[in-house]
């Protein structure tokens, strides 16, 4: 593995680091290791073909049916 050194960073970043580490639960560097892999090495988006099986199967055709409705035509007629 390769070592990274970040130089020259503002003080209420390096803070703002140490604080969330604590929340977390784990050191500056884990915290920064972590930060770096979200923004970098992002999972692979889902095709729409997966997004659209992931929609549930509820409810009948009949439920969804358009109604027609003319009282809207009659107000910018």
Do not use: C, W, Y
Request: aromatic residues 4%; negative net charge; charged residues 30%.
């Amino acid at each position: 593995m390769a070592n990274l050194i970040v130089r020259n960073i503002d003080d209420a970043i390096v803070k703002a680091l140490k604080q969330r580490a604590s929340r977390n639960g784990v050191s500056a560097e884990a915290e920064h290791r972590k930060i770096l892999e979200q923004v970098l090495i992002q999972p692979a988006k889902k095709s729409f073909a997966e997004v659209l099986g992931l929609i549930p199967n509820v409810g009948e055709d009949a439920d969804f049916e358009r109604v027609q409705d003319d009282t809207v035509r009659d107000v910018f007629a």
